[in-house]
C-alpha cells in the first residue's frame, strides 16, 4: 500500500476512530468514579477512603463510574453523554475555575478535555461499535 492511498482511505476509518475515542475515553473516565465509590483501582481520595454516596462527590462518582460503564458500552450514548459534559462541567466550575483561569494550574485540564469529549459524543453518537449500532440507534 502506498502512502497516497493510505492517506485516500483514512478517511474511511473516521466512524471506527469515533468507537476508539469513546471507549478509550470511558474507560478512563470510569476508573475516577470507581477509584471514589470502592477505592479501586486505588484510593483517591484524602484519606485513601471512599466518597459517601449521599453527598456531592457521591453523585458525582456515581455518575462516573456507571455513566463511564454505559459510554464504554456504547449504550445510551447521546443522553448518557450529554448528562456527563455537564457534570463535567459542573466539576470544573466549582473545583477548579475558581483557582484560576489556566487548567494546567488549577488542575482542571481532566475536566476539560472529557466535558468537550462528551459534548461531541452526545452529537456525533457512538460510533459502530457500540450496543447503540447493534440495537439500530
Not at 479501586?40 to 485513601?48: D, L, R, S, T
Not at 470544573?92 to 482542571?108: A, E
Request: overall charge positive; aromatic content about 16%; charged content about 10%.
Amino acid at each position: 500500500m502506498t502512502a497516497p492511498s493510505i492517506a485516500a482511505k483514512w478517511p474511511t476509518r473516521a466512524p471506527y476512530l469515533l468507537s476508539v475515542l469513546r471507549i478509550f475515553a470511558a474507560f478512563t473516565f470510569m476508573q475516577f468514579g470507581t477509584a471514589k465509590l470502592f477505592a479501586f483501582p486505588g484510593a483517591i481520595m484524602p484519606g485513601g477512603g471512599t466518597v459517601p454516596l449521599a453527598s456531592l462527590l457521591g453523585l458525582a462518582a456515581t455518575l462516573e463510574a456507571f455513566g463511564g460503564l454505559l459510554l464504554f458500552l456504547g449504550l445510551f450514548t447521546r443522553p448518557v453523554a450529554f448528562l456527563l459534559a455537564g457534570e463535567m462541567a459542573v466539576a470544573y466550575f466549582m473545583g477548579h475555575g475558581s483557582h484560576g483561569f489556566w487548567t494546567v494550574l488549577n488542575q482542571g485540564t481532566p475536566a476539560v478535555i472529557y466535558c468537550f469529549v462528551w459534548l461531541y459524543l452526545s452529537a456525533a453518537g457512538p460510533g459502530p461499535w457500540s450496543l447503540d449500532a447493534k440495537r439500530g440507534r
